[in-house]
């Protein structure tokens, strides 16, 4: 009996899981992920519009205090944005200081500056150096003696600054410097999960993706609130082939940084990948009710149709695309073989000439067109696209070329 009840709760759970899970995937956008959206297309007039709508009815977010305010940084809107980020530190002390040096720094107020700056680095939310040093508002600083007087303290630790070594060196893809410095750093102090962070990274690079994961694990043991740290044990979980991991991570990550809207394709692709069309289909659907013209996305939402059977949606993606770049022989690859899948040869052989035409060695392309022909009697034309696919390297066409052509 009691195996039973526990079977029924199980159930019960894994389609409340589902219910959640679909109820979210059909969500739309809130305000802030669009005013977010409108940040990284660079209207920060929209952004604000969004975000206002927020404060209307909850004065109490610092967060969207900071958004806003960054918002009319970008707007050269100074008053009001140094308005905002003075409101977000009234609600969560020290949140906005490194934003109020900014605007401060572009009124060339350098007391201000100098002030919020000493506010921001004696705070949890204290940048790394290489942020804050090389902040391009800072630069009209850099001979003024306060400025340098400011500097000669010595405001990050020993940790600080080798957390800036290596992100030097990770900018300059010196992976083998990454692994070294960090290997050798982390022999006197194991618990700290950043440097983790960059020699995983370091070895995702190299293509040491299982040792990767090692490092990976004990940085989210450490820390759990960083959405890199997820997606980063992702990629290499993507790496591995371990796909269901990846999208578990991934959903974590997601959770943690619902704005870094990049993790929706990634998740999307993953789960088509795993043939989970519907779930892929939503994370693009999200995406793309934002970045509209984001081409990767559209492709992406292309394929998914096409591979759920959905191919009237597929045709309305590429035709999209190639209206948005005509030049690009993919995406008359993609409609070709959707149109095939249609019944519509002749829209397809028409697409696979543009396609060859435009890349006269798309491998894909010579035998996919070289089968419509055959099938259309022309079996010269079609021996001629097989063997240079062959010649390309495509191992189908050879077969085809070797049962019909000799």
Known sequence: MYYKISLLIKKISFFGIIIFNCFFL????????????????????SAILCYSKILDK????????????????????LDKAISDFIFAN????????????????????????????????????KLPQVIVRLDPEFE??????????????????????????????????DWMGVINYISDAIKIDTKHHEMLYFRANAYHEMGNYKTSLNDYDNAIDLNKHKYEYFEGRANSYIKLGK?????????FAITIAPDVFTLYIKRAETNFFLFNYDIASADIDFYLSL????????????QIAQASGNFFDALSYYNRLIKFNPLNAGYYLSRAETYEKTGLVPFALKDYNTCINLEPQNKIALRKRGQILFNQGNKKSACLDWEKAMNYGDFEANNFYLDNCK
Not at 26 to 45: M, S
Not at 62 to 76: D, H, L, S, T
Not at 95 to 115: G, H, S, V
Not at 117 to 125: A, I, R, V
């Open 90 to 125: 009234k609600i969560n002390g020290n949140i906005a200081d490194f934003n109020l040096a900014q605007c401060y720094a572009r009124q060339n107020n350098i007391i201000l500056t100098i002030e919020s700056l000493k506010n921001h680095l004696t705070s949890k939310y």
């Open 140 to 173: 009209k600083f850099d001979d003024n003696p306060e400025w340098k007087n400011f500097w000669k303290k010595d405001w990050y630790d020993k940790y600080d600054n080798q957390i800036g070594e290596v992100s030097f060196m990770t900018k300059n893809k």
């Open 58 to 77: 909850n004065k109490t977010d610092a967060k969207v205090y900071v958004a806003r305010g960054r918002a009319f940084y970008e707007n050269k809107e």
């Open 243 to 251: 796909l269901k991991e990846a999208v578990t991570d991934l959903n």
């Open 26 to 45: 059909k969500a739309q956008p809130t305000e802030f992920l669009k005013g977010r959206a409108f940040e990284i297309k660079g209207q920060p007039d």
């Open 291 to 302: 970045f509209a013209n984001d081409t990767t996305a559209i492709f992406l939402a292309g």
